[in-house]
Structures are given as C-alpha cells and as structure tokens.
C-alpha cells in the first residue's frame, strides 16, 4: 500500500490563479520547447512570396492527414495568406534563425535576400528548411487573440539535413539528438 501526501504546488503554496497575468502565462508556457515553421505562399494579389513564422504548429490527424497552427488576429500577412491558392509549411533549421526574425517582422520585403523555390503545390519552400508540407485552409477557430487554422496536407517531403530551430525560454536555440 503506498501512501500519498498532497501538497500544493506553485508560487506561495498556489494551484490555481484566480487572475492568469500574461506575463506569468508566457513565462511559464516558454517552459515547453517548440519548433519554428515558417508558412508561406504566393500572394494572388501580387504574385509575390509572403509568409509569417509560427512556432504553435502542430501534426493533427493522419485520416486525412491535417497540420494546424495559430495566427494572431494582428498579422497582416495572414490575410494575404489564406486567400492563396495554397500554403507551403516550411520546418526551419537550426541554422535559420534571420529567415524567422525577417518572416516574424512586420511590413517590408520579407523575402528580400531569401533563397527559395516552388513546392509541387506552388509554396515557396525557404532554401535550408528541413521539410516542405503543401497544404490548404480547412478551417479556422478564432481562440482569444489568434485563429486556430486547421490545413489539409496535399504533399510534404524532407528537405535538408540537420537540426531544428526550436523556441524555448522567449529564445531560440537548437536540438542536437
């Protein structure tokens, strides 16, 4: 028979917050290791490349195979996104931390200087990336200060070797197995 004794958790003995203060909140989520993708497109309005980065992507279900990932409603990439014909997920690299710094920014020629060709379903994949996913918007689910976008994946491929850009601690850093 084992014997459990409870004890609180937390700052000051708390489990629960009765207010979640943002700050606290980042901090705390920061704590879980994440990897960086970048999504990206070419705008139907220019004909240009467009893309953000994100590191809330995620594998959702392989029948039919979706990935999602959450866009603040503050973006204005986005818009231009979701109107395309279809989107390319790019997995950054360790070494593609300036490609997510340019694609995180606001405003300007965030491909300037980038590297890039077309994936089969006419995304621009990032020169470097480890992996390309085509997919297309099947849904979004607004959730507080983002949208929830749920993709269907029509292609994907390795890319490159190498190791990950992974966000950890409000930082960004490698994995190396």
Known sequence: MS?????RLGHDGARTLSTVHPQHFRAVLGRFATGVVAITAIDPGTGEPCGLAANSFAS??????????CVAHTSTTWPRLRTA???CVNV??????????????????????LT?????GGGPVIDGS?????????????AGD????????????????GGPLVFFRGGYGTFQP
Not at 3 to 7: E, P, S
Request: aromatic share 6%.
């Open 3 to 7: 014997t459990h004794v409870a004890r």
């Open 60 to 69: 959702v279900s392989l029948d039919p195979p979706l990935v999602s990932f």
């Open 85 to 87: 014909r279809g989107l």
């Open 92 to 113: 950054l690299a360790d070494h593609q931390h300036q490609v997510c710094a340019r694609l995180a920014s606001s405003g300007g020629d965030k491909f300037a200087g």
């Open 116 to 120: 890039w060709t077309l994936s089969p």
């Open 130 to 142: 480890l992996a390309w996913i085509d997919c297309t918007v099947e849904a979004e689910h607004v």
């Open 146 to 161: 983002h949208v929830i976008v749920v993709a269907r994946v029509h292609g994907l491929d390795r890319h490159e070797d």
